[in-house]
C-alpha cells in the first residue's frame, strides 16, 4: 500500500533562518506531488506541484522553493524564513491526473518567531 | 478548472443528517466530484467521489442532479466526531492543479 511520509511535526524558527521540509511516499512510482500552506482558519493554497524529478511547478511566487531530487521525494525550502511564512504545510500525492485521488501527509506547523 | 462555491459554515446536533451542498456551475464532461474531511492539524482524507445520481459508501452519500451543476454531500446520523471541515472538489481529467478552496467548517453540537 501506499503512504506518504512528512517531517518533522512541529517547528519553531527564528525569522530570517533556513527552511527545510521534507516529504517521501512510498509503495508508488511516479506520483504528483504537492505542497500545500494552510493558514490558521483558512483553506488550503498551492504552493508548488511535481508531475516529475527535477520539474517543478510554482502557483504562488515568495521566497519559497521547491525541489524534486528522487522519484518519490518532494522538499520545500526556504533561504530566509519571514514571518508571514508561519502555516500548517501539508504534503500530498496523487497518480497521474488527480487519479487515486490526493492523499495528505500528516502535516508540519511551522512557528516564525 | 470547475470553480466550486460551499457554505462557510454549518452547524447541526448529534443524530442529525447533515447535508452540504456545492455548486459548480462550469463543470466538464469528463470532471468528476470528490469530498474530503479534515479535521484540526491533520490533512484532509479522501471521503466520497462521484460523476453523476447517488453514490454511498460506509461514510457519507453523494448526490449529484442530472445537469452536475451541483452536488451535495449528506452525512446520516453525524456525531461529534463529525466536526471537521469539508471540502467539495472538481477533478479535471488530467488537470494537475486540485483546488481546495476553503471548505465547509461543520460543528456538531451535543
Known amino acids: 500500500s501506499q503512504t506518504i511520509h512528512q517531517w518533522p511535526a512541529t517547528l519553531v524558527q527564528p525569522v530570517g533562518s533556513p527552511l527545510s521540509l521534507e516529504c517521501t511516499v512510498e509503495?508508488?512510482?511516479?506520483?504528483?506531488l504537492y505542497w500545500y500552506r494552510q493558514a490558521a482558519g483558512r483553506g488550503l493554497q498551492l504552493l508548488f506541484y511535481?508531475?516529475?524529478?527535477?520539474?517543478i511547478s510554482s502557483e504562488v511566487p515568495q521566497n519559497l522553493s521547491a525541489s524534486r531530487p528522487q522519484d518519490r521525494q518532494f522538499i520545500l525550502s526556504s533561504k530566509k524564513l519571514l514571518l508571514s511564512d508561519s502555516g500548517f504545510y501539508l504534503c500530498?500525492?496523487?497518480?497521474?491526473?488527480?487519479?487515486?485521488?490526493?492523499?495528505f501527509g500528516s502535516g508540519t506547523r511551522l512557528t516564525v518567531v | 478548472l470547475a470553480k466550486t462555491t460551499q457554505p462557510i459554515s454549518m452547524d447541526s446536533y448529534e443524530g442529525q443528517e447533515v447535508n452540504i451542498t456545492c455548486s459548480h456551475n462550469?463543470?466538464?464532461?469528463?470532471?468528476?466530484i470528490t469530498w474530503y474531511q479534515q479535521f484540526p492539524s491533520q490533512g484532509p482524507r479522501f471521503i466520497i467521489q462521484?460523476?453523476?445520481t447517488k453514490v454511498t459508501n460506509e461514510v457519507a452519500s453523494l448526490f449529484i442532479p442530472a445537469d452536475r451543476k451541483s452536488s451535495t454531500l449528506s452525512l446520516p446520523r453525524v456525531s461529534l466526531s463529525d466536526t471537521a471541515v469539508y471540502y467539495c472538489?472538481?477533478?479535471?481529467?488530467?488537470?494537475?492543479?486540485?483546488?481546495f478552496g476553503r471548505g465547509t467548517s461543520l460543528i456538531v453540537h451535543p
Open positions: 500530498a500525492w496523487s497518480g497521474p491526473g488527480g487519479s487515486y485521488g490526493y492523499t
Open positions: 462521484g460523476y453523476k
Open positions: 462550469n463543470i466538464a464532461t469528463n470532471d468528476y
Open positions: 509503495g508508488t512510482s511516479n506520483p504528483n
Open positions: 511535481s508531475v516529475g524529478i527535477g520539474q
Open positions: 472538489l472538481v477533478v479535471s481529467g488530467g488537470s494537475y492543479i486540485p483546488t
